[in-house]
């Protein structure tokens, strides 16, 4: 199984970005997917995630109305639509993978996990 995270760079506040998650070796039908990250020095925090049907996505109240979590079945991808981005989204983005559509927002949980992608938000 591997989970390949990409689509970071550096933006302007105010900006966008999308992040993509492949998957190989397993399927995001069966699988619910987190969207973390992690700024240096911080511990890694949830973003939001959507259910293996793909019917319920939830959110960190700091990226509400900003962040969009999408999935292609077809191609077996989750996206991260980051819109309005402000520079206290730098962070590294990881996408983890995991059986149960149950506590979404805890990293513990996550059986796989994507190598991360660097995301940078200027002032």
């Known amino acids: 199984v591997q989970l390949q995270a990409c689509g970071g760079g550096l933006v302007q506040a105010g900006g966008s970005l999308r992040l993509s998650c492949a998957a190989s070796?397993?399927?995001?039908?069966?699988?619910?997917t987190g969207w973390f990250r992690q700024a240096p020095g911080k511990e890694r925090e949830f973003v939001g995630g959507?259910?293996?049907?793909?019917?319920?996505?939830n959110y960190a109240d700091s990226v509400k109305g900003r962040f969009t979590i999408s999935r292609n079945s077809a191609e077996n991808t989750v996206y991260l639509q980051m819109n309005d981005l402000k520079p206290e989204d730098t962070a590294v983005y990881y996408c983890?993978?995991?059986?149960?559509?149950?506590?979404?927002?805890?990293?513990?949980?996550?059986?796989?996990w994507g190598q991360g992608t660097l995301v940078t938000v200027s002032s």
């Open positions: 959507i259910t293996r049907r793909g019917d319920i996505r």
């Open positions: 983890g993978a995991r059986t149960s559509d149950s506590n979404l927002q805890y990293s513990r949980y996550y059986k796989y």
């Open positions: 070796g397993l399927s995001f039908t069966r699988y619910s």
